[in-house]
């Protein structure tokens, strides 16, 4: 935690939040940002994420890139994760990986399944799963517990 907290970060806002027990990934996540505004984004790094030198710098990049900028903006992209995805859902028998069908000159590439491993999200995204997270499993939760 002290390292954590010591850590000088230079480019924003930083938040770190200590749990006193295991909220599970999931939990974690949903409790982890509340964003106020389309000019903010979050990355989360987990405990035993270690991330290069330059990630920020390339982020920055493909944040005014793909975010930023309304040429390349795609209002379905939620987000970038630097992770080499290693299946593809409903091939993962063939033992093809995305990187098999691309050219091999082909650096990056949009990907429909969100990465644990150092996820970045832009907010109305973000905002979008708390409002379904909330509507579907907390008022189900609730529904039933107090009826059953």
């Known amino acids: 935690m002290t390292i954590s907290n010591n850590f000088k970060w230079n480019h924003g806002p930083k ?23 389309n000019n903010e984004i979050a990355i989360i790094l987990e405990d035993d994420n270690i991330v290069s030198p330059h990630y920020f710098t390339l982020l920055t990049k493909m944040v005014d890139k793909y975010y930023l900028d309304l040429n390349n903006f795609d209002p379905r992209q939620f987000g970038i994760s630097f992770h080499n995805q290693h299946m593809i859902p409903g091939r993962y028998l063939e033992k093809k ?21 150092g996820p970045v999200f832009f907010p109305n995204h973000w905002l979008f799963i708390l409002f379904y997270f909330l509507s579907t499993f907390v008022i189900h939760f609730i529904f039933f517990f107090l009826f059953d």
Do not use: A, C, H
């Open 15 to 37: 938040n770190v939040i200590f749990r006193e027990k295991n909220f599970g990934l999931v939990g974690q996540w949903l409790n982890s940002w509340f964003p106020s505004s």
């Open 97 to 117: 990986t995305p990187t098999m069908l691309l050219d091999k000159d082909v650096k990056f590439y949009k990907y429909q399944q969100i990465s644990t491993w």
